[in-house]
Structure formats: structure tokens, C-alpha cells
């Protein structure tokens, strides 16, 4: 982007005059000795040709252009301008070329390091001004204070209904120290002996500002099982009211179910060693999360022992919500082919709960029948063809009783991904060609390599071997096996007892990737890798990772809608990075001299405030307040 001395064809300086820094734009012109000069063996000299009076320096580095020079150049008064080594450059360019010491001080020098004064004269200013950042009492603990991402991140759960879900369970004192505590694991991730180091540089609730190390486990140790299902019931009524305002009905959420381990060392009961997801061989717990797919809102969540698989989860997380007080009926629950079982279904459609759910082909079932008979002619069925998610579709409606003896339809939805079906063939016969080769040769064989191939691997008696000795047992290509997988290659099997439609049926299917990202977010951007507590507070510690990884969920969803409304409203994270985000909105600040003075807050550039109002759902904070 064209920077001022670019667009002005003139050179810029500062010059401080009462305390205040400005911009000046100007030309010199050399000005050659005159004869009786040159004779006494004076030089030339530079003299202004043009000066132009810019604007003021804002304490941000921004520059208030005067009205008269915007009169004359227009064209500035499209966006904010920063005054950079002698130039005007635009925000991205200000920030991005900022000393690292003072990323979180944006206000402290900044300008004043990036200013160069043109004329001798003003040296004397620029001293006097470095000295007055000497002086003791500006550098008195306590004048200023790190605001914005707190503020930002509690006005979204806010607006989210966290923090009412909070209070009618826990009251509104211990409300604030709960969200206090999350945004705090957000940002930083510590200890709990930490959080007092943080939130004396915060404007904190005084009932948040002072919690211990001690004081707050024991605020963890205040949720128990009663509590934690009362809030995400609480939650989910309040997302619900706040929906059917806008609607003018209450909305019918598409809910992803998934789990995953989390390894800890801790002695809660539910701690045990199971399949584990990752870091194989550490005792873990499973945590279950059902995720809106259409929001990014988790409604619910529930740790069980480490031990039980998915399938044996799911009708456990169902009867859980039931029993917390969720209304079922203005819930679809997605799952993968990890959970279904033909009786768990059974009991859904008795209940007349509505679900949508991958399930696996089992030999000698129905679909699998269908595809060996007639699924390679789905492929010639022009008609057949989802252009949108590029696969073949194929539904049959069954018909299955219930206990009353009526009957409900389901619709099977079977699905063929050309695409897919030709890399998972490619890969099987790599990796099984590949592991057969090392076995017949006698390598050794990579343990993980084995345990795929292993079905499609046979062993058998060597038939040259001798008669009169015990045979020796030599290894085969299991070629049925590979063939049952390699025809099934590409198929997915997706039932459903309401979504009529293949392409919703899939569309609401793959949206499923969304509780991933939530995954990802609770595991690598926050502390919930490990769990590091005691058993009687491991409950409020999880709840204080989902609350966190439910506002870098919203934040990425505010994101989605803003950039689906148009290039005209295109909003980027820096470095698209939700980490990244919160770090620059940690530069501004709020300061004050003395304590019976108001606070007074950074100006904050568009780009911070468009973030504010898009991405936090929160109004632009006012210029000054008290605390």
C-alpha cells in the first residue's frame, strides 16, 4: 500500500511544540551563495519550499489529520494513518514493524522511538520528553492496566448466556470469579497460584481480583455433578429464549456427539487406563461433547471412565440429558459410525427422539448385499449424482416396529465417493503389499504397519514343506478379506428417522467436523491436554476448559458469518490465529496517575473496533471510567 511520501511527493518530519508531537510535510530547495557570499567562502543553503501542517500524533501513533490538510488531500481521510520512521503508513504496516518491547505497551514510547526529529532545534524537546519518562511516578506499579481481551472475551460469554447460567447456579459472586478464572486459562493457561500475578495487572470484578491459589480450587471443588448438568441445561434454555426472539420459534438443534481421552494422573475415580485417542499407555478419562453444528455452541458435555468405547457412551450421554432437563424433542443428535447399535436406535425411535448417524456396513447385512449386487451401477445413474458433495446416492426407506407395536420409518442413506474409494484401494494394497514383502523376507516389521494389515494377513502351512516334519507356517495374502474391503471402498451408510433428503442427510453429516475443531481448541490452544488436579475439583477444571473452548468456537463462528456477508464486510485474524488476536488487542491499555482519577483508555484503531463489535458481540468500551 502507498505510503504518505508516496502520495504527497514530499518528506515528513515531527516537531514537538507544548507537550504535543506533530506532523509536517515539506520540500527544501537549495539556495546557492550570491557572489559577495561565495567571495567571503560562505556555502548554499537549504531552504523550506513547502511546508504543510499534517496533524497531531495521537499517544496510539495514530495522526488526527487537521481539517486543512484533509481539505487539500482527500484522499487520507479514508482510513487511519500512523506516523512510522519520518512517514504515514497504514495500521497492519504500523503494528507489524513495531519494536517487539513494546508489543503491550502500545502508549509508552512507541512514537516517540519511531520519531526523528529534521531540525536541531527541537533536540532539546525530544530530551526533555525522554526524561519525563523517566520520572518515578510514571513508573509507579499499578498506573496502568491490561483490559481489552477480558473485556472483549466476558462481553462474549455474556452474550453467549454463560455468565447468567453461572449465577443462577453458582450466584453472581462466584459467576465472576468462574468467567474470570476461564479467560484467564485462555490467555495465559497458568497455575492456579498464578492467577492472582495476572489479575493485579487486569481491571478484574473485585470479587475476581485477589482468588488464591487455594481459593480457587476450592471454587472448583464447587462443582459437582448436580451443578454441572444444571448449568448446561440452564445454558441451553437461555440459547434457546435468545434464539426464538429472532426466530419467532424455538429452533431445532443439529447436534454433533463425539469424545475424546484426556490423560491425567489424578485419582478420580472416573481416571482409568483405556483405548486411548492419543498418548497411548497413560491413564485417562473420556470426555463426551455435544456440539451444535450450526452455532459452534456446546450444549452439553459429561466426563466417564476411561475404559467404556463410544458405543457403549451413547445411550448414556442420551439418558444424562434427559435426566438434566434438556427438552430432546429441540434436539438432533449427529453421530459417527463409532456409536450406533441397532438397539440403541430402537430406543431412540421409541422415544421419538430424532437422529441422524453414520453406521458401519455389516457383513451380511442389507447394504452390504445392495452394494455387491447393484452398486456398481449407481455409478451410471447420471441422476444418482450430488454435484455439491460429489458423491453418488442411493436411499431406501425401512421400516422398523416399535414397542407399541406401530411402525416408523427410516431413511438409509447410502453414499459412493469415487475419489475416496480409489485412494483408501491405493493405500490398502501399499500397505499390505508393503507388510507382506517384510514378513516373507523376514524383517522386522513396524508394530503400527502390522496391527492394519494384520486383516488381511493369513498364516498357513508352507505346502513345501517336508512331510515327516512339523509344518512351517508361512504368511498369505488374505485376498477375500482385501476384496470385501477394497468393493466397500468409498461407501458410507448415514440413517436417519427424519432427514428424508440424501443431500441434507450428508450436508448435516460432515458438518460434524466442527466438534474437531473444538477438540483442537480444548487440547492444543488451552490447557486440556493433561489434567493436573485432585478428584474433588476435576469436574470444575473441565468446565472451565469447555467454557474456554466454547468462546474460541463462537469467535471463529462470528468470523464465518462475517465473511459470508460479502467482500465488502472481509474481516481476517491476524495471522489467522485466535492467540494472535487476543495478543494485539492486548497492546491497548487503560492508565491513570492517581487512584481518585478516572481510567482513560488507549484509542482504539477501526480494525480493533470492528473486531469488538463482529467477532465479541460487545459495544466499543468508553474513553474513560471508573473502576
Known amino acids: 500500500m502507498a505510503t504518505g511520501q508516496e502520495i504527497l511527493h514530499l518528506k515528513l518530519m515531527s516537531y514537538k511544540n507544548k507537550g504535543k508531537t506533530y506532523v509536517r510535510a515539506y520540500r527544501n530547495k537549495w539556495i ?32 488526527k489529520m487537521s481539517s486543512k490538510f484533509l481539505s487539500l488531500h482527500p484522499e487520507f481521510a479514508q482510513q487511519d494513518w500512523y506516523y512510522l520512521n519520518h512517514d504515514l503508513v497504514d495500521e497492519n504496516t504500523f503494528f507489524d514493524q513495531l519494536p517487539a518491547e513494546s508489543v503491550g505497551f502500545p502508549n509508552k514510547k512507541p512514537v516517540e522511538e519511531n520519531v526523528a526529529i529534521e531540525d536541531t532545534a527541537a533536540d532539546g524537546d525530544l530530551n526533555d520528553e525522554a526524561a519525563d519518562d523517566e520520572n518515578p511516578e510514571d513508573k509507579e506499579e499499578g498506573n496502568f492496566k491490561f483490559f481489552l481481551p477480558h473485556y472483549a472475551l466476558k462481553g462474549l460469554a455474556i452474550h453467549q448466556g454463560i455468565v447468567s447460567a453461572l449465577a443462577e447456579v453458582f450466584d453472581s459472586k462466584h459467576a465472576e470469579q468462574w468467567i474470570s478464572y476461564a479467560i484467564y486459562q485462555i490467555l495465559k493457561g497458568g497455575s492456579a497460584d498464578c492467577y492472582s500475578d495476572w489479575a493485579y495487572h487486569q481491571i478484574l470484578p473485585r470479587v475476581a481480583q485477589n482468588l488464591s491459589g487455594q481459593e480457587v480450587t476450592k471454587l472448583l471443588r464447587t462443582c459437582t455433578p448436580e451443578a454441572w448438568d444444571e448449568f448446561w441445561a440452564k445454558r441451553f434454555k437461555t440459547l434457546q429464549k435468545k434464539q426464538a426472539e429472532v426466530d419467532g420459534r424455538i429452533p431445532i438443534r443439529y447436534c454433533a456427539i463425539d469424545s475424546t481421552s484426556i490423560n491425567s494422573y489424578s485419582s478420580a475415580e472416573q481416571i482409568e487406563y483405556g483405548h486411548a485417542k492419543q498418548d497411548e499407555g497413560l491413564p485417562q478419562l473420556n470426555l463426551a461433547t455435544v456440539l451444535d453444528q450450526l452455532t459452534g455452541h456446546i450444549v452439553y458435555a459429561f466426563a466417564y471412565n476411561g475404559s467404556i468405547n463410544d458405543r457403549g457412551s451413547y445411550s448414556y450421554i442420551y439418558e444424562r440429558m434427559k435426566q438434566a432437563g434438556f ?301
Open 327 to 627: 427438552p430432546m424433542d429441540q434436539i438432533m443428535l449427529i453421530s459417527d459410525r463409532g456409536y450406533p447399535s441397532n438397539s440403541m436406535l430402537n430406543k431412540l425411535i421409541n422415544d421419538n427422539m430424532a437422529f441422524l448417524t453414520g453406521c458401519p456396513i455389516a457383513a451380511g447385512s442389507n447394504e452390504e448385499k445392495w452394494i455387491f449386487e447393484q452398486g456398481r451401477e449407481l455409478e451410471r445413474r447420471t441422476q444418482a449424482w450430488d454435484r455439491i458433495h460429489r458423491v453418488y446416492s442411493h436411499t431406501v426407506t425401512e421400516s422398523w416396529q416399535k414397542s407399541n407395536k406401530t411402525t416408523a420409518k427410516v431413511y438409509s442413506h447410502l453414499f459412493y465417493d469415487p475419489e475416496r474409494a480409489q485412494a483408501v484401494r491405493s493405500n490398502l494394497n501399499s500397505l499390505v503389499v508393503q507388510v507382506f514383502d517384510e514378513l516373507s523376507h523376514g524383517r522386522k516389521v513396524d508394530q503400527r504397519l502390522f496391527q492394519e494389515a494384520r486383516p488381511y494377513l493369513k498364516e498357513v502351512a508352507d505346502p513345501k514343506g517336508s512331510q515327516h516334519q512339523t509344518p512351517k507356517k508361512i504368511w498369505v495374502i488374505d485376498q477375500t478379506a482385501v476384496n470385501r474391503t477394497a468393493d466397500l471402498a468409498g461407501w458410507l451408510n448415514i440413517k436417519s428417522n427424519v432427514v428424508e433428503d440424501s443431500s441434507v442427510a450428508i450436508d448435516l453429516y460432515r458438518l460434524r467436523g466442527l466438534i474437531e475443531q473444538g477438540f483442537d481448541q480444548l487440547k492444543n490452544q488451552l490447557p486440556g491436554r493433561r489434567l493436573r488436579v485432585t478428584e474433588a475439583s476435576h469436574l470444575g477444571k473441565l468446565l472451565v476448559y469447555l467454557i474456554g473452548c466454547d468462546l474460541r468456537l463462537q469467535i471463529r463462528h462470528n468470523l464465518m458469518l462475517q465473511q459470508e456477508r460479502g467482500p465488502n464486510w472481509k474481516m481476517e485474524l491476524p495471522g489467522n490465529s485466535i492467540n494472535k488476536l487476543l495478543m494485539s488487542m492486548d497492546r491497548y491499555t487503560v492508565r491513570r496517575n492517581r487512584s481518585c482519577e478516572y481510567w482513560l483508555v488507549d484509542l482504539l484503531p477501526k480494525r480493533v473496533r470492528d473486531w469488538l463489535t463482529c467477532l465479541f458481540r460487545v459495544d466499543v468500551p468508553a474513553k474513560r471510567f471508573r473502576s
Open 32 to 63: 546557492a551563495p550570491i557572489p559577495e557570499e561565495a567571495a567571503l567562502g560562505k556555502k548554499g543553503r537549504s531552504v523550506p519550499a513547502v511546508q504543510i501542517q499534517v496533524g497531531v500524533i495521537q499517544s496510539s501513533g495514530m495522526v
